[in-house]
């Protein structure tokens, strides 16, 4: 089976969508033949053993780039293209050229049809939903939404494709350990650094918690301007860091290094970093903007609404409780993500989908 994976960008600093194409991508080749379309970027990822073919994706070549799009699925010739993302007009231009030569198109929203989403900059999304996105969603084949928070929310804008819930995964042997000991009073913020993802919130719910022995180091890259509008909103507080975006081990190592991750975002289909943190034995916040109430079920963190208030006192939940107390919370997490979110699962469960749709 010859599949071709649409994304915008697999720059580094694309975020979640970029993490889950190099995680679905690695289980995917040895089982399909696999590969990626995306647009040129300064710092791509890498993904072994993946062909990926580059595009200059400016939207005034227009024209000129659905007529490459064209002639390279002519001459790749997959049996599946699957879209990655929406409101971009490059990936409806993919979609478009693949239909037009009667391939069909899994589209996987990633979230990008939340509530939250739509409603921010309304205006330019109702008139990518009427030139184009509209009209795209609708043709597709099929669905992939990863919960069942974003099926309902596709459902509720009137979609009725075919639809398929597989959620993300990650690659549970990437861990390599898991985190040993508790006690280190350190809270962190794993992620791009976005309005979306609620930082605002999380710095002022700090300021009012008696936080005293205990501290916040935020990581990630985004908008420069952003990142330092909010260092000089936290200026007032001693123990609040900004350390800088982390990869590979760094990254894991600056998991294992705290007693909680704290992801107050306002909207996310699934949260990469949620798993990643779990899998380690890291408890987790985060917010009802995810679909991870299994934190509140399994036990290994808090799900909660989004309010400084909701975030305050879950701090200080989390100051009081005993360093037993959060390996407990750990070690759930660790065996909820093992039995549920093992990438290895989800690539199956993907490649039974396309094989579904071949066979329709």
């Known amino acids: 089976?010859?599949?071709?994976?649409?994304?915008?960008?697999?720059?580094?600093?694309?975020?979640?969508?970029?993490?889950?194409?190099?995680?679905?991508?690695?289980?995917?080749?040895?089982?399909?033949?696999?590969l990626i379309a995306t647009g040129i970027s300064n710092s791509p990822i890498v993904i072994d053993g993946v062909k990926v073919k580059f595009f200059d994706t400016k939207v005034l070549r227009w024209f000129s780039l659905l007529n490459e799009f064209r002639y390279f699925l002519k001459k790749e010739n997959p049996e599946i293209v699957h879209i990655n993302g929406i409101w971009s007009p490059q990936n409806w231009g993919f979609q478009k050229a693949a239909q037009e030569l009667g391939i069909p198109v899994v589209l996987s929203p990633h979230g990008m049809l939340e509530p939250w989403i739509l409603a921010n900059n309304p205006w330019k999304k109702?008139?990518?939903?009427?030139?184009?996105?509209?009209?795209?969603?609708?043709?597709?084949?099929?669905?992939h939404a990863t919960a069942v928070m974003e099926q309902e929310s596709i459902r509720n804008l009137g979609y009725k494709n075919n639809l398929t819930i597989i959620p993300n995964g990650i690659d549970i042997s990437e861990a390599k350990k898991?985190?040993?000991?508790?006690?280190?009073?350190?809270?962190?913020?794993?992620?791009?650094?976005?309005?979306?993802?609620?930082?605002?919130?999380?710095?002022?719910?700090?300021?009012?918690?008696?936080?005293?022995s205990w501290s916040l180091e935020i990581a990630g890259n985004g908008d420069e301007n952003y990142i330092q509008r909010l260092k000089e909103s936290a200026s007032d507080i001693s123990n609040v860091h900004f350390v800088g975006a982390k990869y590979g081990d760094e990254k894991w190592n600056f998991l294992r290094s705290a007693d909680v991750m704290v992801l107050p975002t306002h909207s996310e289909n699934f949260g990469i970093v949620v798993a990643e943190a779990l899998a380690v034995g890291l408890p987790?916040?985060?917010?009802?903007?995810?679909?991870?109430?299994?934190?509140?079920?399994?036990?290994?963190?808090?799900?909660i609404d989004l309010s400084v208030e909701n975030l305050s006192q879950t701090l200080t939940a989390v100051i009081s409780k005993k360093s037993p107390e959060l390996k407990e919370l750990g070690e759930n997490g660790i065996n909820l993500i093992e039995n549920k979110y093992n990438i290895k699962q989800i690539g199956i469960d993907i490649k039974s989908l396309y094989e579904k749709i071949l066979n329709n």
Not at 126 to 143: R, T, V
Not at 183 to 200: A, M, N, T, Y
Request: positive net charge; proline residues 2%; hydrophobic residues 35%.
């Open 1 to 34: 089976m010859k599949v071709i994976h649409f994304i915008d960008s697999i720059d580094k600093t694309a975020g979640g969508t970029t993490e889950y194409m190099r995680l679905l991508s690695n289980e995917l080749k040895s089982t399909t033949e696999l």
């Open 126 to 143: 109702k008139i990518g939903l009427f030139l184009y996105q509209n009209k795209a969603i609708k043709n597709a084949e099929h669905l």
């Open 178 to 212: 898991k985190k040993e000991s508790y006690g280190s009073k350190k809270v962190i913020f794993l992620s791009r650094i976005h309005p979306k993802k609620g930082i605002e919130l999380l710095l002022e719910a700090w300021r009012v918690t008696n936080t005293q």
């Open 284 to 303: 987790v916040i985060t917010t009802k903007g995810t679909p991870w109430d299994d934190l509140n079920s399994h036990n290994c963190g808090w799900w």
